[in-house]
């Protein structure tokens, strides 16, 4: 099977690509380090404008109506960019979540006309990314509640703390969280669904990223000359760069696959998610290490736009499930015994 992009998905994915070159060039992405709020808000109208925020919903609720193989090469896109604004968590978890529960239809109004940002605690972390500047907050509550998901206002649930990429705005969940609970009326399976679009979704710009740093590498090494020659003609350097992109070329079929498989309500889906977040967590890993190799000492520097991308990896890709943890979900998927 061939799991490819339409003419419609590449002509979608190309106009959010050339919005966001102009619109979010790493001098935003640098920019939201010190005001993230700033630097998100101007950005997610021009993206609302185009209609990113209501993607996911459905036309009936306001919406474009999109499927997750339409919305995953967006996101890809967002990874490319390493946008400082929670699309994945607004447009691809959050959004359909509030289509579903009538009670939620003023939230659902203003997350579409561009007002609203939500971030997310589905895994049960209290670390939030982009909970610093969301409006509301996703969390799962205990057994007790059956994981139900609750609505938080951010503003009174989180306190913004220090990460390792600052423009994610991370904020840690108050304990005890705010009392201002609204629990989302939601059947088990569109709360496991949401969980596979945020896994997805996440792996999908784990490649955007890898994508990027693997572009800024190879151009760099064409410029970098020593012994009269560009360091890009040395032998192990063109196999560091092919390793990473074979590594990037094989995880972004298992994305779209994984999309594919939301799409269709397969049986297979949470396998599917499970090894396209794993992939993807290392694959661009892997990108991000090499990209360090081949730069050499000018990519340690925070002056330089590397940074930028990579440590947006080394953060992503632990969230929405680790490789590690991924593969184990795989592995009891095939009923595989781990030691």
């Known amino acids: 099977m061939r799991f490819a992009l339409s003419e419609d998905q590449r002509a979608l994915r190309d106009g959010v690509r050339e919005l966001l070159a102009g619109e979010c060039p790493p001098a935003l992405v640098r920019a939201a380090w010190t005001d993230p709020a700033a630097a998100a808000r101007s950005l997610w109208a021009k993206l609302t404008a185009l209609g990113i925020a209501g993607a996911a919903v459905p036309t009936a609720r306001g919406g474009l109506g999109l499927a997750a193989c339409d919305v995953v090469p967006l996101l890809e896109e967002a990874g490319r960019a390493a946008v400082p604004l929670p699309i994945l968590e607004t447009a691809f978890v959050a959004a359909p979540l509030l289509a579903q529960d009538?009670?939620?239809?003023?939230?659902?109004?203003?997350?579409?006309?561009?007002?609203?940002?939500?971030?997310?605690?589905?895994?049960?972390?209290?670390?939030?990314?982009?909970?610093?500047?969301?409006?509301?907050?996703?969390v799962s509550a205990g057994a007790a509640d059956g994981l139900a998901v609750h609505v938080l206002d951010a503003g009174s649930a989180c306190r913004p703390e220090r990460s390792i990429d600052h423009a994610r705005a991370v904020a840690r969940l108050l304990t005890p969280p705010s009392v201002d609970r609204r629990p989302l009326a939601l059947t088990h399976g569109e709360r496991v669904a949401a969980w596979h679009r945020g896994v997805v979704g996440c792996a999908a710009e784990l490649v955007g990223l890898g994508r990027t740093l693997l572009a800024r590498t190879a151009a760099y090494v064409k410029e970098r000359h020593q012994f009269g020659v560009p360091v890009g003609s040395f032998q192990a350097v063109k196999h560091h760069l092919a390793d990473g992109l074979l590594a990037l070329e094989f995880a972004a079929p298992a994305v779209l696959r994984a999309a594919w498989s939301i799409d269709r309500g397969c049986a297979s889906v949470g396998r599917d998610a499970a090894m396209a977040k794993a992939l993807a967590s290392e694959a661009a890993e892997r990108v991000a290490r090499i990209a360090l190799q081949c730069h050499g000492a000018i990519a340690y520097t925070t002056e330089y736009d590397l940074h930028l991308f990579a440590k947006r990896v080394w953060a992503s890709s632990r969230t929405w499930g680790s490789a590690e943890w991924q593969r184990g979900r795989v592995a009891v998927a095939l009923g595989l015994q781990l030691d």
């Open 102 to 138: 009538a009670g939620a239809t003023p939230a659902l109004e203003r997350l579409l006309a561009g007002e609203l940002l939500v971030a997310c605690a589905l895994d049960g972390a209290t670390g939030v990314p982009y909970g610093a500047i969301a409006d509301l907050v996703l």
